[in-house]
């Protein structure tokens, strides 16, 4: 069954070889590449020029869905908030500042104190308008 996009990558695939081969016809034939999509088949001669290029796209292609690993744990790697999906950990300069946080902070921290000076403290008891 042909999927919208069959036709795409089969003419994507298609183009590709005719455009590289028409720089250099005479190119050696390295072998043949088959593609079979949906309802689809393509059969092409695959000159060097050709199987270096895919070669050289298919290694250097980069997702942009891929946000890398992770450099604290190296292995894991990391989601849209470039946080690591195996160790948690935030990713960069900034994860090892919230790490570093997150470590020196008390376990059972007291609840947090209202900031100022306190009514008793102020001679008027206003607020110094
Ligand atoms: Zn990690």
Do not use: K, W
């Amino acid at each position: 069954m042909s999927t919208p996009h069959s036709a795409d990558v089969l003419a994507a695939l298609r183009d590709f070889v005719a455009r590289l081969d028409g720089l250099d016809p005479a190119a050696p034939l390295v072998g043949e590449l088959v593609v079979r999509l949906g309802d689809g088949t393509e059969r092409l001669p695959l000159r060097l020029p050709v199987a270096r290029a895919l070669t050289e796209a298919l290694r250097g292609y980069h997702d942009p869905r891929d946000r890398g690993s992770c450099a604290h744990c190296a292995t894991g790697r990391l989601d849209d908030d470039f946080v690591c999906r195996d160790c948690g950990i935030v990713n960069g300069l900034f994860g090892r500042t919230v790490a570093a946080f997150v470590a020196a902070a008390p376990e059972d921290p007291e609840p947090a104190q209202p900031r100022g000076i306190a009514p008793a403290g102020r001679p008027d008891g206003t607020l110094g308008d």
